[in-house]
């Protein structure tokens, strides 16, 4: 690129000298024959995704009495899960807006993933409030709608509500981000294909790519779009999970009525969005090759982000936990103490060891570059953020105002089964993206490159131009 | 309709510069430049203006919004007061949320359904390409035959700011 670029900053694409590189490098799973690997992890995913959807299917024939709730926990494993699954969404934003925003360059290789992931995540969370709702045939109740219900409306005031109309912004906002970041790509997929004479193949991605020829004039546009787009997203991150803690913090429930959970909800989503990235980008690098553009370096920026934002949720589980006692209100500090030595403890501890002191380990340099080291970390924090939303759920409800409604919660298979077959549904999901689409955003990553070879086609089409010029001459 | 141009291949985004702007220094119109990727600092040279579709999203979020704030003050004052809780029904700060997420839904996708008209994209339109690697690895500039005066004067500029290959080609 044209501007002045200082020495000592970090390469963030490395061994690569040409354009075409990185075009043949990303394409390279998408041109060749899928193995047997990936037909193999696709289809356990598959069947995994099948036995989520049969037990949905078996929740909304029987109804919500196979789960494990009762009267006095009333959210138990799905809402954790739709807390837990937006959650993760928020990475995918945050790399695509917000870092974008704030000029990292280190986002553009990266974004592209975390972008489907997040939809994907999006489509998990989506599944919860919907298949909770019992008769999901009647979820357009939740929409505004004009109607002979006794003109029945719905409430606006309700955080619930407010969920309704930020999940659905939030996803179709995500989803026609991540596409039109896509169209230029998707461009390249089609030129290369037909070059290739692989006809289908073009044609495909050719309506895909709405006739994209990346004229100057196109760009011009195009780069302002993005921009509006990531401004416009940045804020819709915050505002989708801060509506997600009110769905909690406007209760009076102890443990929940509290006004940090909008900030330590974001910061939690980010933690867990980014302990997802990790975990995902660790396996596709390796998987399909990609050191050379999400590189050692990305990987540390990503730790570095998961120690920020691990370090803020510990912040937050500290003022809560301080809160509770020095506000001397009675039930509010029980709940606090009682998450922490009551039944529900095992839990507690694991959310707190996942959360706030395994990520210190990312302050050594070297376990930041230890992909295995990294890899198992962020397990740990998917784990934790899993537990924070399971504990801050039922530890709140199941010992409320009322000694004599007490009551334990525990999932029953159907639940279980359901959380575990969203793993197979978001898998089988980044699997076929992984596959058919570009997972790294060839265009953004080749504004990134500094050190440029000719490439072999263009010395090519130079020696026999040469050769046609002597023939002619003689 | 068709048009006839003269087209110079760069592998080089430098080259790509030197020679718009010499194109420029010289009064010679460059009909556009095709690239894999945005090449920043060109469009001065090639007279492009930049886009208006900020303006766009602020009116589409305006319109959001103050729908969003007409339907519920309506819902909620006029043809349906709830009372729940005893908290008042026409509760403007509760609005904000939801005047928020229909403020964004509405700039978003607006913008980018102008964004798809104006440029003119659909799904499943043809590209007309100058060279199949324009959206990989090289770097098109176009000039409109019909606009030149003096053809050998820009195949000289191509020549000097390194195009690898110049030829015509009709679009």
């Known amino acids: 690129m044209s501007h002045v670029r200082s020495p000592i900053r970090q390469e963030w694409v490395t061994n690569t000298d040409t354009y075409g590189k990185i075009t043949e490098d990303v394409v390279r799973p998408i041109e060749s024959k899928p193995n047997a690997m990936w037909l193999l992890f696709t289809a356990i995913s598959g069947l995994v995704m099948i036995m989520c959807f049969t037990l949905i299917g078996w929740t909304i024939y029987k109804g919500i009495g196979t789960w494990g709730l009762n009267k006095t926990v009333g959210w138990g494993f799905d809402i954790t899960n739709f807390v837990f699954w937006v959650g993760i969404g928020h990475a995918g934003t945050l790399i695509s807006a917000v870092l974008m925003l704030f000029r990292q360059e280190w986002r553009n290789s990266i974004n592209r993933a975390s972008e489907a992931m997040t939809i994907f995540a999006v489509f998990c969370a989506a599944l919860f409030p919907l298949i909770h709702m019992g008769r999901i045939w009647l979820a357009y109740f939740t929409l505004p709608l004009p109607n002979t219900r006794g003109s029945l409306w719905v409430n606006f005031n309700s955080p619930l509500l407010w969920d309704v109309f930020a999940i659905s912004t939030y996803l179709t906002v995500s989803l026609v981000f991540w596409y039109l970041g896509m169209i230029p790509d998707l461009a390249t997929i089609r030129d290369r294909m037909a070059r290739g004479g692989r006809k289908i193949a073009a044609y495909i991605y050719g309506a895909l790519a709405f006739g994209w020829e990346g004229s100057s004039r196109n760009w011009s546009r195009y780069e302002v779009i993005s921009l509006i787009l990531a401004g416009l997203a940045t804020p819709l991150v915050l505002s989708v999970h801060s509506i997600v803690s009110m769905d909690f913090a406007t209760a009076v429930i102890p443990g929940w009525h509290t006004t940090i959970f909008p900030p330590y909800f974001v910061a939690g989503a980010i933690f867990s969005g980014f302990g997802m990235v990790q975990t995902l980008m660790i396996v596709t690098r390796k998987v399909y090759k990609l050191e050379n553009y999400i590189t050692m370096d990305h990987m540390e920026s990503i730790a570095k982000i998961v120690i920020a934002t691990g370090s803020l949720v510990g912040l937050a589980y500290t003022t809560e936990f301080f809160t509770a006692y020095y506000s001397g209100a009675f039930f509010e500090r029980y709940i606090f103490i009682n998450r922490m030595f009551g039944p529900y403890s095992w839990a507690y501890w694991i959310m707190f060891t996942c959360n706030v002191i395994t990520p210190q380990l990312f302050w050594f340099r070297s376990i930041r570059r230890n992909m295995v080291l990294t890899f198992i970390i962020s397990i740990f924090v998917n784990v934790g953020m899993w537990f924070e939303r399971y504990v801050i759920i039922v530890t709140s409800l199941h010992r409320d105002y009322i000694t004599s409604s007490w009551a334990d919660y525990y999932p029953t298979w159907v639940e279980a089964g359901i959380f575990i077959g969203t793993f197979g549904f978001f898998m089988f999901l980044f699997f076929l993206f992984s596959k058919y689409l570009p997972v790294i955003n060839m265009f953004e990553v080749k504004t990134l490159m500094h050190h440029i070879k000719k490439p072999q086609h263009v010395i090519e089409t130079e020696a026999a131009l040469a050769a046609d010029a002597a023939r002619q001459d003689s | ?171």
């Open chain 2, 1 to 171: 309709m068709e048009k006839n141009f003269l087209v110079g291949k760069f592998w080089n985004t430098e080259h790509v510069l030197d020679a718009v702007k010499k194109f420029q220094e010289k009064d010679i119109l460059v009909y556009d430049v095709y690239s894999p990727f945005p090449i920043h600092g060109i469009e001065p040279y090639l007279n492009i203006r930049r886009s208006r579709l900020a303006i766009a999203a602020f009116l589409l979020g305006l319109t959001g919004a103050t729908l969003a704030v007409t339907c519920m003050s309506l819902i909620y004052g006029v043809i349906w007061p709830m009372n729940i809780g005893g908290k008042p029904a026409l509760a403007f700060p509760d609005f904000v949320p939801i005047t928020f997420e229909a403020t964004v839904f509405f700039a978003c996708h607006g913008m980018v359904l102008t964004f798809f008209i104006v440029g003119q994209y659909w799904p499943g339109k043809k590209a007309k390409l100058f060279d199949d690697r324009q959206t990989d690895d090289v770097f098109v500039v176009a000039i409109d035959q019909a606009k030149l005066e003096n053809e050998e004067e820009a195949k000289e500029v191509f020549a000097q700011t390194g195009a690898y290959e110049i030829t015509k080609k009709t679009l």
